[in-house]
């Protein structure tokens, strides 16, 4: 039992993941939402009038910033306005995007941000592995550009590759390419399980659990003496060290139990598996009070009540689970129906030995 729930609070709601779209318009293999590829612009976005009234009632319940993200964010037909809203409400702002529609005025409107994150992905050195698993000729140099155009506007974004072996030979170069280009640092992602990433993992272009291990090491403990950008690799905490973890290298948890999502139908999700888990949609956004969501849900109290102690498998036994809290909840759910199976990586790797000694309780 978590010490929120110990003492009967609720915990504050810090982060409002709005899926602002529901298309992209790239078409890429792993993506784990897996929109409809949407190159106009006609599939539905998020109003604008209820991106403001959730945020209103989110206020009270302790938000202190948002994720937009997709689909493509920067499809939404009202974007800068969006920005306006949180600019307003003194919200940090996080902004994933391909890049690929990242003009100069949405660039300045970015850097009005007093706090605001912004990550490009760029999937290869090469144009050719990029727009292999992106899906759209011509999106490489979008996404170089964007960058280019955020730096100029004085926002350095952050790079995220998703590795496959494709390209997991580039991942010197792909550094060298960030330094070029005025990023800030590299995140090095794993292909999850969900969505297009089950047939990409069906076809072997993921890479093994092993292969996976050798590269964390690598970007933790060698490439940060190759490069003066930071590099992260998105492993689950028991296969980092307590240095890096300590001092901030690596990625950040999702905090399961201070987010809520928003997804482009307008309903309230544990995060964007509510397009595919409709047990984990909990209400729809404007008509249903987020308070009461957000207090009285019954699956938001039982992961409440529940993480990290009723973590089954390997998480169970893990000395890390209350840093890491399962890892990714919706993606353990989508792959089990069951909100406490142990995470994928941490599963495989368990079951084939290699799973760190020192980290078992």
């Not at 293999?29 to 929109?35: D, Q």
């Not at 403990?221 to 901030?248: E, H, M, N, Q, W």
């Amino acid at each position: 039992m978590n010490e929120a729930e110990s003492i009967g609070i609720t915990p504050p709601l810090r982060s409002i993941y709005f899926y602002l779209t529901g298309g992209c318009n790239l078409a890429c293999r792993h993506c784990w939402i897996a929109p409809q590829f949407d190159e106009s612009g006609t599939m539905p976005a998020i109003p604008v009038d209820l991106f403001r009234k959730v945020i209103d009632e989110a206020l009270p319940l302790g938000l202190k910033d948002v994720k937009l993200t997709g689909g493509e964010p920067l499809m939404h037909p009202r974007f800068e306005e969006l920005l306006d809203i949180a600019r307003q409400k003194n919200l940090g702002v996080s902004i994933e995007t391909n890049g690929v529609l990242c003009t100069p005025e949405i660039a300045a409107e970015i850097s009005r941000l007093p706090r605001r994150f912004v990550s490009v992905s760029i999937d290869g050195s090469y144009k050719a592995t990029h727009e292999w698993l992106r899906g759209v000729p011509g999106c490489f140099e979008k996404a170089k550009s964007a960058i280019k155009t955020l730096v100029q506007a004085g926002v350095k974004p952050q790079i995220i590759t998703t590795l496959i072996r494709r390209n997991a030979g580039q991942i010197d170069e792909i550094v060298r390419m960030a330094e070029h280009l005025g990023a800030s640092s590299v995140k090095f992602n794993v292909v999850m399980p969900t969505g297009r990433g089950e047939k990409l993992r069906e076809n072997n272009e993921t890479l093994s659990i092993v292969e996976l291990i050798r590269i964390g090491e690598y970007v933790e403990t060698v490439l940060p003496a190759k490069t003066k950008l930071k590099v992260l690799f998105d492993s689950p905490y028991a296969f980092r060290s307590l240095s890096g973890i300590t001092c901030g290298r690596g990625c950040f948890r999702c905090n399961i139990l201070n987010i809520i999502g928003v997804i482009a139908s307008g309903e309230y999700a544990l995060c964007g598996i509510g397009y595919h888990v409709k047990d984990l949609v909990f209400g729809l956004a404007g008509m249903d009070n987020l308070d009461h969501i957000w207090k009285e849900n019954e699956i938001l109290n039982t992961l409440r009540s529940g993480i990290p102690d009723k973590l089954e498998g390997i998480c169970s036994k893990c000395l890390m689970k209350h840093a890491c809290l399962g890892s990714c909840i919706a993606q353990n759910f989508y792959r089990t129906n069951n909100i406490w199976a142990p995470f994928w990586f941490c599963d495989m790797a368990y079951r084939e030995g290699l799973f760190p000694k020192t980290r078992i309780l």
